[in-house]
């Protein structure tokens, strides 16, 4: 589709010519201001049939080869702009290396190579716009022999959209419910699912995905059946990683090695008749598993009734009735309206409910398309759109999925079409699909608004769309993943006309072993045996995700500068193979933006890795061997997320990291520790992270204790990082009397910002966490201490009033904790002047390995006494202590909290002991509590509570 990227295109131009002054010189010094001016007019003319030939498309094949020859071109476009800026890039940055540029001395007159680099960036891009003008001169020549109409079109808006917005409209269905609550029952061990094949086949994957269907099986398996004469796709999604490919003869075997001695949940997708005589003795195969384990069959084979005897239970997927396709379809289009709105809107969204033709995915999308539209003539230009008119039977998909997707910005569009280089059922995490789209350039064009937040709302808008579905939230509630519907999924990869492609590398395919040149996205799959990867000299390709059915597989280094030869146009490279060494080669991928390298086993990143002057993010997550970072590591101005989680062998960051002002995300800070052979000239110091104040998301620095002077906490300026929600703060493990005055001086000098939402503190060897900025949090809703062991008393959490979670293991030397735990003052009162509830909000409690905690001591000043009435913990509802093995008891007022659902003891053979005491003195007052688990036991409820 072509409709996507013109648009997109028309932005990156008007940006680059005619917004920045500094392009504009370049082009003017290049003498082709005529020739820009043409391309302005030829696009303009362009843009106003777009419309037009997107609604003949479907219909006449010669509107649809100009509208690939249209996207040929403007792709074309978007990589001479690339080109073109990553040249006036790296010009920019080798010039600030330079003393008098600092001086702001013309770069033409500083020395040879900068004046031939100008001259050079010049004539390309004169070059560059000459190339634009000739192909885009046959483009709009072509056009007036199709007789396209042009009009005036405008780009539609983002709606904001609320956290509320986005779970009313991707509630569970009834029989959603229904069949949740029948796999987690002790009925049926063998279900049926007849009906709509694609509808079975989304309800079982909610189902499948459900988190309490996850929790209740302790082995789950998907099997595709593909109606082959001799072979079955069985798809294993928990433990054992990628899927494998089996016989029929074979298939019960292979299931048995999986389900020996687990509660099992196996899913047989798309069965016929013909494989239920193939398989028939599958069904015997659920004596192996625990009792509770289901078999889901998901059929819609019209032969049904061998199913029908097999089966224990069946779940009918029909076509709903005229009733329940109005009810599904107004409870989302009249969300929030008005009475005598819905009245008026009713007639029409009967008519367009009419054409769904009863597919609960298709009323789905309408009804979330038309809850955005306010007005009845914006109803009616949707019933009488002249794309009602398309034949299911030739485009493969009904006029709804055209209708909603024709309604979505092409910017979002370009967005949900990515998500076609996924396959079907992968669970796409929010953050990277962001950050890919970023890579992209999907995401740039927007002025004033950041990337990653356009990018949130560009999700946000597909998920009230219903485009995607099955999600995944945090604490907070907020979507972290989610998959797209099959049919959807179908959809995706029709827009994109193999844009986006799946290639599963295998000898028994030689007609596969090259890339097709308009290939944009691909995914490469991986045999154990693969001694090298197909051709890829695919010169579109902006996205390469490399995977193997093999967990150990590793990607041999000259099969890496193979590849690094031939990728100059990828944006975006994930690795899923384990990979021991990066070429210098990777320098060569100048237009990389993303780079995936987590997991890997890698000692040392190149310093070509340097050169990539356009890289946004790069992902080194649990590279637990990587030892140090590129000492250039300054040149990547355009780096916004360093991911550096569990990278625990770097032992310092090197200088210039101070210059990546862009930095959204930086995992980790190492501090160089004296001694550790890094010599001061390679390793920067805190004060590096100065004018890093675009910081967001967690911030962890580690070896803190190893700073020399206090002063350097404080030139950090960690305070000014506004926007920052977590810290973590680690010191070093060493347990030397003399640094404990040391730590406490530099914890005093953190000064975070005052809307810390999260705080984790460990190896901090002061012997008191009191701070004035610690009780000024009045944000913070985690706090986590951790191998403290010299201190010896707890700080005033309780007048921490945002706080929702504390963990608190291994502050050895605490023998008591006592009022100023909660902050009460000696008289009985609290310490806080604003408030006499003591940790107003804290849900979660927990302490460990507190080896000589013996008393837990609270005096509370009840209703009627003299003295203020003191609420403490009103919200707590789980409790944990574990290897207190001193404690003697807990408050008698803790544990009957009305709130409290769950009380956890294990390793407290003292706690434990006077509880055996005092159960039956214990247990009338401690009613509300549904779960006991003592020592690994439960004592009352059990899992599932």
Partial sequence: ????????????????????????????????????EKIAKNFKDILAVLPDAQAREMQEQKVRDWLDKVKNISYDMNDAFDEYSTLFLKLQIVGDEHPLV???????????????????????????????????????????????????????QIQITSSSDLNEINSENEKEKILVSKLLGEGSSLISIMGMKEEGKTLVQSAYNNNEVIKNFSKRIWVNILGSEDKCSIKIEVSEGKPISVGYDVFNKTINQHIKDEKFLLVLNDMRIEDFYKLESVYFVIDGGIDGSKILIITSDERSDAFRIISDDIIMINELSGEENWSMFSKLAFSGRSIQECESLKEIGQKIVSRCLGLPLAIQIMGSMLRFKTSIQEWERILDNKVWTLEESKVGFLPVFFLSYYDLPSMVRLCFIYCAIFPKGYSMNKDKLIKLWMAQGYLGLEPNIEMEIL?????????????FQDFEKDDNGDITSCKINGLMHDFAKFLNRNECIEINDSAEEPSRNSVPDKVFHLMLMLKKS??????????????????????????????????????????????????????????????????????QQIKKLPETLCQLYNLQSLDITWCDELEELPQAMGKLINLRHLINDYTYSLSYMPVGIGRLTHLRTLSEFIVSGAGNGTPDSKACCLESLKDLNRLRGKLVLRGLGNVRNVSEVVKMELKNKKI??????????????????????????LQPPPNLEKLDIQFYRGSTFHSNWVMSLTSLRHLRLKFCINCKHLSPFGELHSLESLRIRKISSVKRVDDKFWGIESDGRSSSSSSSILFPKLKYLKFSDMKEWEEWDFKIIREGEEKECITFMPCLASLEINFCGKLKALPDDLLQRITLKKLELYGCPVLTQYFKKRIEEHWPKINQISTIKIDGEYVRGGPDH
């Avoid at 560009?458 to 769309?465: A, D, E, K, P, S």
């Avoid at 929600?725 to 914890?747: A, T, Y």
Wanted: contains cysteine; glycine residues 4%.
């Fill in 724 to 749: 920052l929600s977590g810290l973590g703060v680690l010191f070093d493990e060493d347990e030397e009397e003399q640094r404990i005055n040391h730590d406490e001086s530099l914890l005093k000098a």
């Fill in 530 to 599: 693969s001694s090298s990867v197909p051709n890829l000299n695919a010169k579109r390709l902006r996205t390469l995700f490399i995977s193997c059915e093999d967990d150990y597989y590793h990607l041999d280094n000259d099969i890496l500068q193979q590849l690094f030869g031939n990728l100059a146009r990828v944006r975006a490279l994930k690795f899923d193979v384990f990979v021991r060494e990066i070429p210098t080669e990777i320098g060569k991928l100048i237009q990389l933006r993303y780079l995936d390298l987590s997991g």
């Fill in 455 to 467: 990018g949130q709302r560009y999700f946000n808008h597909l998920v009230t769309r219903s485009f």
């Fill in 1 to 36: 589709m072509a409709s996507e990227i013109v648009p997109y295109v028309w932005k990156r131009f008007s940006s680059l010519i005619f917004v920045q002054d500094t392009h504009r010189k370049v082009l003017r010094a290049a003498g082709v201001r005529k020739e820009v």
């Fill in 102 to 156: 600092k001086k702001k001395v013309c770069f033409f007159f500083l020395a040879p190579r900068f004046f031939f680099a100008a001259v050079n960036l010049c004539h390309r891009s004169a070059v560059m716009i000459k190339k634009i003008n000739e192909n885009l001169d046959d483009i709009v020549n072509e056009k007036h022999d199709l007789s396209l109409n042009a009009s005036e079109s405008t780009e539609k």
